[in-house]
């Protein structure tokens, strides 16, 4: 997909402000004459983790095609459309989607926003529609009822997660639930009642919970994502072990932090290659140079699919008789983030990755990273203005 323009921006920036996650999809000639655009990896993460359509346990062929109601919206009206998803039998069965009576409210190059609302999608095009004037305008029209009532929802479970949390603050210090660096996240996470499981999916009703323990000039963890190997010149995370790992008592680890503006100890750094579309991850040694590789599609995805609303979490942290104790405090509170400053951010350093990478005593391999995180006090370099709350207060 394109760029966004700044007004496009401005318009994603309304509607984060409103809580209004969507997706986006470029239109091109071809894809209007032949009424077809790929469901891009944003789209078809956004319709599962929506609950709409998941292309993945999808079949080919035009029997196993999905149809989901759909509304076009204009400036003051809404006409009545519906989706087809589906994977067509040729090309590898690229998964597909078409909105009906589209090509008569679109031109090649526009963005269209897709929003999933009260099982429908809500479809309008971003580059011609004005946005920010119909959302603040006085009378009542299709897109202002829509972020309304989402904006409403929203904050409702936002609300409900905050009442939980005041709750287990009032409850004082909690006994560390096991003794590690996540323990902080897992202790939070069973005071509440939430599963403990792997999932990359957010954790309380559609929002990420990011604990952390309170002190001075702790990153904050963004997200996890391994390198996509068809790419990169090492195929997995034991070969970067084996090139740049290090003995520590009877562990052989790379424990690191790396950054795009300096190389780190172990003689590594990162490399945006903007033209491309790349995050590469390579070595001082000329012999190795760049040996794995991100899609920067697949970091923006990873992002916005882990932190469409994220409550970051500040714990104090206090150590008795062997055992830890958090009493959670400070709630942060944030919403979409701002995809075109991730790489940015990444680029300036403030945005950086660590590799956990362990030799286990039957010699296998673990990697718990590579975590992608933020230095302190960035958050707002990423998201729209947060709103704070005291859980003691």
Request: net charge positive; with cysteine.
């Amino acid at each position: 997909m394109r760029a966004l323009s700044e007004d496009e921006q401005g318009k994603i920036q309304m509607l984060t402000e409103k809580s209004v996650s969507v997706a986006l999809l470029e239109l091109t000639e071809t894809g209007i004459k032949k009424s077809i655009m790929d469901a891009t990896g944003s789209v078809r993460t956004y319709l599962f983790d929506n609950g709409f359509h998941d292309y993945a346990s999808q079949l080919q062929g035009p029997e196993n095609k999905v149809v989901i109601d759909a509304l076009l919206v204009s400036g003051h009206s809404a006409t009545v459309s519906s989706a087809s998803l589906y994977r067509p039998v040729t090309k590898q069965g690229d998964p597909r989607i078409w909105f009906r009576g589209l090509k008569d409210w679109v031109a090649s190059g526009d963005i269209i926003a897709i929003v999933g609302h009260d099982k429908k999608l809500f479809v309008f095009n971003l580059t011609t529609l004005p946005v920010v004037q119909l959302i603040l305008s006085p009378i009542l029209n299709p897109l202002k009822e829509l972020v309304e009532s989402i904006y409403i929802q929203e904050g409702a479970i936002a609300q409900e997660l905050l009442s939980l949390l005041r709750k287990v603050a009032a409850r004082g210090p909690i006994e560390s639930a096991l003794m590690a660096d996540t323990s902080v996240g897992r202790t939070l996470e069973t005071a509440l009642g939430i599963d403990i499981n792997s999932s990359k999916q957010p954790d309380y009703k559609g929002i990420e919970l990011k604990s952390y323990r309170n002190k001075k000039g702790n990153r904050k963890t963004l997200f996890a994502q391994v390198a996509d190997w068809r790419l990169s010149k090492f195929k997995n995370s034991a070969e970067i072990l084996n090139a740049f790992g290090y003995p520590r008592g009877t562990d052989f680890k790379l424990y690191c932090t790396i950054a795009a503006n300096t190389w780190n100890s172990r003689g590594l750094r990162l490399r945006i290659d903007s033209n491309i579309d790349q995050m590469l991850e390579q070595s001082q040694n000329k012999d190795i140079g760049d040996f794995a590789v991100w899609t920067l599609e697949k970091l923006h995805e990873r992002l916005l699919e882990k932190h469409r609303e994220t409550f970051w979490i500040a714990a104090d942290s206090v150590k008795e008789d062997g055992k830890e104790y958090f009493q959670y405090k400070l709630v942060e509170h944030t919403k979409k983030p701002i995809v075109s400053q991730f790489d940015l951010l990444l680029g300036q350093g403030i945005i950086t990755m660590d590799h956990l990478i362990k030799r286990k005593e039957d010699g296998g391999v673990n990697e718990k990273g590579p975590l992608f995180k933020i230095k302190p006090n960035s958050l707002n370099l990423l998201f729209p203005p947060s709103e704070k709350y005291n859980l003691l207060s």
